[in-house]
Nanobody
Framework: QVQLVESGGGLVQAGGSLRLSCAAS????????MGWFRQAPGKEREFVAA????????YYADSVKGRFTISRDSAKNTVYLQANSLKPEDTAVYYC???????????????????WGQGTQVTVSS
């Protein structure tokens, strides 16, 4: 069974940065599409960023493009989300997710992902 464990969340002032990590175990990490989603109170869980199985392609929501960077380290079975220039509207629980299909083109669709972490809270104060 694949397990995903996020870390790195916290409280930061607007304009600050955080680096989220997601450690994977129990599966073939190097073959998975990895994604980050977030969910703010009272809102749907939304796509933030994704990276393909070999790290050669990355995808971002328009709201974070140019501020967030997703990367992966297959030797460590870990995916990262570097979040810079944070805004209060970035406040949410951030979830890591894994898709077993390395060729899936619907990387922005929540229901396409097979495994989820428990989430890490990011709070950005104004």
């Amino acid at each position: 069974q694949v397990q995903l464990v996020e870390s790195g969340g916290g409280l930061v002032q607007a304009g600050g940065s955080l680096r989220l990590s997601c450690a994977a175990s129990g599966g073939t990490f190097s073959r998975y599409i990895m994604g980050w989603f977030r969910q703010a109170p009272g809102k749907e869980r939304e796509f933030v960023a994704a990276i393909n199985w070999n790290g050669g392609n990355t995808y971002y929501a328009d709201s974070v493009k140019g501020r967030f960077t997703i990367s992966r380290d297959s030797a460590k079975n870990t995916v990262y989300l570097q979040a810079n220039s944070l805004k209060p509207e970035d406040t949410a629980v951030y979830y890591c997710a894994a898709d077993r299909n390395p060729y899936n083109s619907r990387w922005y669709v929540r229901d396409e992902y097979d495994y989820w972490g428990q989430g890490t809270q990011v709070t950005v104060s104004s």
